[in-house]
């Protein structure tokens, strides 16, 4: 296993997203911030400089567990302390398994702002993938806005509150097209995009015919749920969020904010032409054009567009249809199976709600606001008065009806923990409801920190004991996002088996910020010593000027 080293600096760069020019958060100059490939077991050390002139940074490497290093995990507030301007923290850890993987901003809305990029661990010398391939392509999938994310982020706080609106652009390895289309010759009412203005091309992705590629696709949206097409072509979906899962062919698949997947793709068409790869929107009523790129059959050039129209995306409100494939991702042999025995169940109410007249999002009633001290130096040193020390509710009143607005929309704010016996088997019912406006409930993917969870099943309308019968404990998926679908449920189960202080909370960015999460804490007396970097603030920061290192 190798030792990589990677220097950083996070600044704010211009770009052209989507064929309009725009203020976007980079690396090194670059938007999206550059590729780590790995191997597994190598560990991974980023020197990450914070260039932004006037707030803090950090960075969260998505579906990375890190066992051992929690305070490596990159979340503002719980995990460590943001990083000041000018300042530099080493990320150091061990990407232990082989997947797609990504790793964005996790501090206010700066993953909506552009701070994004891929990680991807090949399997470690010696060793084989569960499947043969030819070649790669990688597709990093993100959405757009023209507006800055601080003027999002004060329309959220605002009262009136000021929603961010759907996104201007959907975007793959951070480019889309805005107000015009590359298929314009087959869509009525859309310009076709200015050749000139390269950055609004698309990608083209070159292949050989009678090959199979695997695609690596991962989603770090703000908000969109999306859909992925390949013109004529067949998908075989075989990883998802770093695990295999059972080989399943499909036409379309769903990916939603915080997934990854890694599909295989024959390259069994006629050769004389090019195809569509075609991202679109699904689950809100979409007001973004398909981004579209190109899968380019060499010998032809790669800006020969596709002589058939792109494929026709699913209707946005076919749940049915999400609902299916979402029930096709199954665990491949060898993955490891739930404990059959569970240890406690912790029921999460989604709902959303006013809070002195703000809107915001809650979990049994909490939403979510981070405190001053990160959680995992306050727990670590057990300081007092650092987080609200009340237990969260494990569950939801009975007389609570998911299907229609709240009787009561008003909730609270606070900082508290659920704290999980370390090495305990955790069932975690999220249950979806009524959004504040009558007959609207939305999707939320959920993606916890630290761990990967199995998928046991989901349902329609509230949980009800009897729904445990119906739990899959042969071959649930093993991921680390989940999504729950308009009014229903999702049941997850994990074991509590990596100390430290995590996040589990909605991958929509805007909800998120709006107090979309939870955090558990679990093996706190078996963490190890926390770079004291990661604790320079709040009521850590007394600590270590008290110690005199
Ligand atoms: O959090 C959200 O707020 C808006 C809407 O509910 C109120 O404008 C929306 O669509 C969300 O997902």
């Known amino acids: 296993a190798k030792v990589r080293h990677f220097k950083w600096e996070v600044g704010a760069l211009f770009s052209t997203p989507d064929c309009v020019e725009n203020v976007v958060l980079g690396i090194n100059g670059q938007f999206p911030g550059p590729t780590i490939r790995a191997k597994a077991s190598d560990t991974i050390v980023v020197e990450l400089k914070n260039h932004l002139h006037t707030e803090g940074v950090v960075i969260h490497w998505h579906g990375i567990r890190q066992i051992g290093t929690p305070w490596a995990d ?36 700066q993953r909506s702002g552009g701070l994004y990029g891929s990680l991807i661990v090949d399997v470690a010398d010696g060793e084989k993938e569960a499947f043969h391939y030819d070649g790669e392509i990688n597709l990093l999938l993100s959405d757009w806005w023209h507006k800055s994310i601080y003027d999002q982020m004060v329309g959220l706080s605002s009262n009136p509150f000021r929603w961010i609106g759907e ?28 050749a000139r203005n390269r950055s609004c091309q698309g990608n083209a992705f070159s292949v050989l015919p009678n090959k199979t590629y695997r695609i690596r696709i991962a989603s770090t949206t703000a908000l969109a749920s999306l859909n992925l097409q390949i013109g004529n072509h067949k998908m075989v979906v075989v990883e998802a969020d770093g695990n295999y899962v059972q080989p399943v062919a499909v036409d379309d698949m769903d990916i939603y904010s915080g997934e990854s997947y890694s599909v295989l793709l024959t390259t069994n068409q006629s050769p004389s032409m090019n195809y569509w790869i075609s991202l679109s929107v699904r689950g809100r ?6 981004a579209l790129a190109i899968l380019n059959y060499k010998p032809n050039s790669p800006a020969k567009l596709p002589t058939l129209p792109p494929p026709v995306s699913p209707r946005w409100n076919d749940y049915e249809h999400s609902k299916s494939f979402s029930n096709k991702i199954l665990a491949l042999r060898g993955t490891p199976t739930p404990p059959v025995k569970v240890d406690r169940r912790i029921v999460l109410l989604n709902t959303q709600n006013k809070i002195s007249g703000f809107t915001k999002w809650a979990i049994n009633n909490i939403s979510l606001v981070l405190p ?178």
């Open 285 to 290: 009523e979409p007001q973004t054009r398909p």
């Open 74 to 109: 990159g979340t503002a507030s719980i995990s460590q302390c943001a990083i000041n301007p000018e300042e530099t923290f080493v990320y150091r850890f061990k990407v232990d398994r082989p997947g797609t993987y990504f790793y964005h901003g996790h501090y206010g809305m």
């Open 372 to 549: 001053s001290t990160p959680y995992l130096g306050s727990l670590k040193y057990n300081l007092k008065n650092a987080f609200d020390a009340e237990r969260p509710p494990e569950d939801f009143s009975k007389d609570y009806d998911v299907a229609k607005p709240a009787v009561n929309q008003n909730s609270t704010t606070g900082t508290t923990i659920y704290f999980l016996r370390f090495n305990s088997t955790v069932d975690v019912i999220l249950q979806n409801a009524n959004a504040l406006a009558a007959n609207v409930s939305e999707i939320h993917p959920w993606h916890l920190h630290g761990h990967d969870f199995w998928v046991l099943g989901y349902g329609e309308g509230r949980f009800k004991e009897e729904d445990v019968k119906t739990f899959n404990l042969k071959n649930p998926p093993y991921r680390n996002t989940a999504v729950i679908f308009p009014y229903g449920w999702t049941a997850l189960r994990f074991v509590a088996n990596n100390p430290g202080a995590w996040a589990f909370h909605c991958h929509i960015e805007p909800h998120l910020h709006m107090g979309m999460g939870v955090v558990f804490s679990e093996g706190i007396r078996l963490v190890g010593k926390i770079p004291k970097e990661a604790l320079a603030c709040g009521k850590t920061a007394t600590i270590l000027t008290d110690q005199h290192p």
């Open 167 to 194: 996104p201007q652009s959907l975007l793959i390895n951070g480019r889309g097209q805005y107000n015009c289309s590359l298929a314009a010759k087959f869509t009525t009412g859309v310009a076709a995009c200015p």
